[in-house]
Nanobody, 115 residues
Framework: QVQLVESGGGLVQAGGSLRLSCATFVSIFSFNGMAWYRQAPGKQRELVAVITSGGSTNYAGSVKGRFTISRDNANYTMYLQMNSLQPEDTAVYYC?????????WGKGTLVTVSS
């Protein structure tokens, strides 16, 4: 069973930064890719950023240029560096890993950005 554990969420003022981590406990290369999603209150879960096993990355338009997804397989960890945070970035952020049609999810970490 794949276990994903997020950390790094918290309260930050607008314009600030946070780095989220997702611990996988297995080789990141055992997945076809990994991603960060977020769900704001009253809204659907949305894709924030994705990184494939080959290292290609893609971002939602709303975060492009502000967020950076990365991975460190030596530490079995994926990251999301979030800069220039805005109140609209407030959400629960979820770690996702996928392989061969199967999706795995963490329980989420809350990010709150105050204005």
């Amino acid at each position: 069973q794949v276990q994903l554990v997020e950390s790094g969420g918290g309260l930050v003022q607008a314009g600030g930064s946070l780095r989220l981590s997702c611990a996988t406990f297995v080789s990141i290369f055992s997945f076809n890719g990994m991603a960060w999603y977020r769900q704001a209150p009253g809204k659907q879960r949305e894709l924030v950023a994705v990184i494939t096993s080959g290292g290609s990355t893609n971002y939602a338009g709303s975060v492009k240029g502000r967020f950076t997804i990365s991975r460190d397989n030596a530490n079995y960890t994926m990251y999301l560096q979030m800069n220039s945070l805005q109140p609209e970035d407030t959400a629960v952020y979820y770690c996702n890993a996928f392989r061969f049609g199967m999706n795995f999810w963490g329980k989420g970490t809350l990010v709150t950005v105050s204005s």
